[in-house]
Structures are given as C-alpha cells and as structure tokens.
C-alpha cells in the first residue's frame, strides 16, 4: 500500500521539476485517478495549470452537470464540447482496438487545441499502474496509452499516479481530502460508453446505454461493486405490447475487485435483478431483453471492449 505522507510530497517535487516554469494543462474527467493528478499538478504549480473536461458525447448521464458542480472551484476549468468531433470522427468503426485509437488520437487533438489557448507545453493525464500493464501487456490499449496517436504536440505528458493501483489512488485522495463523491466513485473507463457498445457507435446505441448505465449504478450502490455497468451488446428477437421486435440486448455486469487487474462477479439477488430488467427495457422501446454476465476476470475482462 503507498505510504501518502511521502508519496504526495514526492510527487509534488517531481511534477513541479519536470513542468519548472512552463504552464500545463490536465486532463481532467471527474473521475478519481484524473482528479489526484488534478490536486498534485495544482499544489505543484498552482494557477499554471489549466483544467481541462472534454464532453465527447460518450460520458454517463449527468456527468458534464456534475462536473461543473464539483469542480465549480476551479475558475480556470473548461468544459469542451466536442461531442460532434468524436462520433464523426468514430462513425462507421466497429473494431475494438480502431475504436480506442480513434478516441485516444481524438483526446490529444482536444488538449493540443486547449493547451495552445492556455500556452501550455505540458498534459498531465491520470493514467495508474494497470492502465500501462494492460497496454503493454497486449490486453487492450487504454485510450491515454496505447491508444495515444505516434505524433502528440506537448513538451511531455506527465503522469502523477503512474504507479499507484486503483486502491492507492483513492489513499492518496483521502489524504488530500478531496470529496467523498471523487474518492469512492465507481470507475468509469476514459473511451467512455464506447467501449459498452459492441460494434459501431450510434446516437441510439448511445442512448440505450447511457440510461442502462443510471439505471444500474442506481440499483447497484447497496451492493458496493468495484464497478457495475450495461453494456449494448447485440440485437434479439422481443415482444413489445403484441408486436415482435428485433430489439437490443444489454447487459449487466457487476463485479467486486481491489484492484482491478482481476475480479469475480458479485451474487445479486433475484429481485434487484428483476428491478433493473424492467427498469431498462421499459426505459428504451428498441430494448428487447437483458442478460446478467457471471464471468470473472480472467478469462473476461471488466469492461466490454
């Protein structure tokens, strides 16, 4: 486990060294691993850093609201809408890989155009210690490793928490006292509903997935998962009222996890079950069913794609 009283002021001293006098920018996504990076680069730097959100249109339901409430603090934040750039910039993609490339080559190209505003040489990003092991290791490519583009117009990317699991991150965030929202949200990963959609991306697919998604961290919490989602994963035959439809089939995983190199599906009870069913095929009239996934990591991943 990482000692904070000396890992915070090490990490302060690091980034302050590598930034020295230039300006930054962070990217920042509310979640826990880029809001640590946030309050180290801040307590580094101070104003010279610029916050960055960029709202690609993949994010869960509220998120970008809920982003300027908890970081209302921050005069300096910029809420980027670029939602239009990224699923046109995705249209057509159905393969795993291709899509998170797109999304990480999408990312850069945003904070490229922030930083210049803000003059700014450097990003810091809040990638941790599984995102790179899962990169180099093959198993998928997380859009601020793998997937970043050969090409990236910044003086450095620095990376606070590269070697922290998520577990230490949140240590790290309690000891910085940050919200209890930020330190024990659920994780949610940086492509965002993209990789809970098997296949292309589109405007219908997004919206299944977004309202599965409220729905089932609402009926999960009680169960404290170390993440629960929905993921669209496919089309099935339905009956809607009396009419047969050819609708979508989502499904819900939950799963319980330290730190997130590997899991076990969580035991959820009957009735919580039947509750999200209803609530997510009544939600959508192109939903037709839903599916609970058992599977552990290994053999499957957590997320979907």
Do not use: C
């Amino acid at each position: 486990m990482v000692d904070t009283e000396t890992f915070v002021p090490d990490a302060v001293a690091e980034i302050d060294e590598e930034i020295d006098d230039a300006n930054a920018v962070i990217a920042l996504s509310g979640g826990v691993d880029s809001s640590v990076a946030a309050a180290l680069a801040y307590e580094a730097i101070g104003d010279r850093l610029t916050p960055v959100y960029v709202d690609t249109g993949l994010m869960r339901k509220g998120e970008t609201d809920q982003i300027r409430e908890t970081f209302d603090y921050m005069e300096s934040l910029r809420v980027v809408d670029a939602k239009d750039r990224f699923l046109d910039a995705l249209e057509g993609t159905t393969d795993p890989e291709a899509k998170r490339e797109i999304i990480g080559e999408q990312f850069i190209r945003e904070f490229e155009r922030e930083a210049k505003d803000a003059d700014a040489d450097y990003l810091v990003q809040g990638t941790i210690y599984p995102d790179r092991i899962e990169s180099e290791g093959g198993i998928k490519s997380h859009h601020n490793v793998g997937g970043l583009p050969e090409v990236v117009d910044f003086e450095g990317i620095v990376e606070p928490v590269r070697d922290l699991y998520k577990d230490e991150v949140r240590e790290v965030a309690r000891h910085l006292g940050l919200d209890e929202l930020v330190a024990e949200r659920m994780p949610f990963p940086g492509p965002g509903l993209a990789v809970r959609i098997i296949g292309e991306i589109t405007e219908e697919k997004l919206e299944v997935a977004r309202e599965a998604n409220h729905v089932v961290e609402e009926e999960l919490e009680e169960y404290e998962p170390w993440q629960a989602l929905a993921a669209v994963i496919g089309k099935a035959t339905g009956v809607k009222g009396d009419n047969r439809v050819h609708g979508w089939v989502v499904s819900v995983r939950s799963v319980e996890s330290r730190d997130g190199m590997t899991a076990r599906a969580q035991e959820i009870d009957w009735e919580t079950l039947q509750r999200i069913q209803s609530r997510i095929t009544g939600s959508h009239e192109n939903v037709a069913r839903v599916v609970y996934d058992v599977t552990h990591k290994p053999p499957a991943t957590i997320e979907y794609e």
